[in-house]
């Protein structure tokens, strides 16, 4: 059984990889329902010798689930990955805007409940990303549930919801030196020293753009899929 809306205040979610009770969806994109906002699934034309590997994908404020497939299907395709994309109710993700995870775990654990019964997924290689509030809601997500996701890829982070942490996930930084958005000072410079300190190991990137994931960023962290 799933958790409830109060069950997820926290942010840890119950669902797990279980052997799927359907058979797989096409290759393609699909729109999977959830109790609150739909969500978009990539499935590449090549899929790897099952288990697959699973990469959740959460938009910046504002954004859509199509931007997080332009961003990353390339990568997933090259990988063989499932791309998830869902979508926060509200402008932005619920923890990043009252501070307490809600609807948006809600129909998150919903829409990975749909994939995990409709494909085999390799439990050692769950990865949740984002960009921008996206990244900074992934970071809570993986930190919370570093037993379910084994890597948190955060472009353009602006902080890290409070969480009760549990588990060890590799977590990957990228950041820009120019972003007005996000500034680099009060973020990333803070929460990579922070993460290193706590015992994450951090991989970190910085480059001399605005708020925005270059192609070869994209591309560095991509291998953490693998």
């Known amino acids: 059984m799933l958790t409830t809306t109060d069950d997820l205040a926290h942010g840890v979610l119950s669902v797990?990889?279980?052997?799927?009770?359907r058979a797989p969806l096409t290759a393609g994109l699909h729109w999977l329902d959830t109790p609150t906002s739909p969500?978009?699934?990539y499935v590449p034309d090549r899929l790897p010798p099952w288990p697959a590997p699973l990469l959740v994908a959460l938009h910046d404020a504002g954004g859509v689930p199509g931007d997080m497939l332009t961003l990353l299907r390339p990568a997933a395709a090259e990988h063989g990955a499932l791309l998830l994309a869902p979508?926060?109710?509200e402008v932005t993700w619920d923890a990043v805007a009252v501070g307490r995870f809600g609807k948006d775990a809600v129909g998150l654990q919903h829409a990975m409940a749909t994939v995990f019964d409709h494909f085999p997924i390799d439990v050692d290689r769950i990865t949740v990303s984002g960009f921008s509030d996206g990244a900074s809601y992934a970071l809570g997500l993986g930190l919370a549930n570093g037993d379910l996701f084994t890597r948190v890829l955060a472009y353009s982070p602006g902080q890290v919801p409070p969480v009760h942490r549990h588990g060890r996930p590799t977590v990957f930084v990228s950041h820009g030196s120019a972003d007005a958005v996000q500034p680099i000072a009060r973020t990333s410079h803070r929460i990579v020293p922070a993460l290193d300190h706590d015992g994450y190991h951090v991989d970190y990137i910085e480059y001399p753009l605005g708020h925005q994931v270059p192609e070869a960023v994209v591309t560095a962290s991509s291998e953490l899929l693998g």
């Open 16 to 21: 797990r990889p279980a052997p799927p009770l």
């Open 87 to 89: 979508a926060s109710a």
């Open 39 to 41: 969500a978009l699934l």
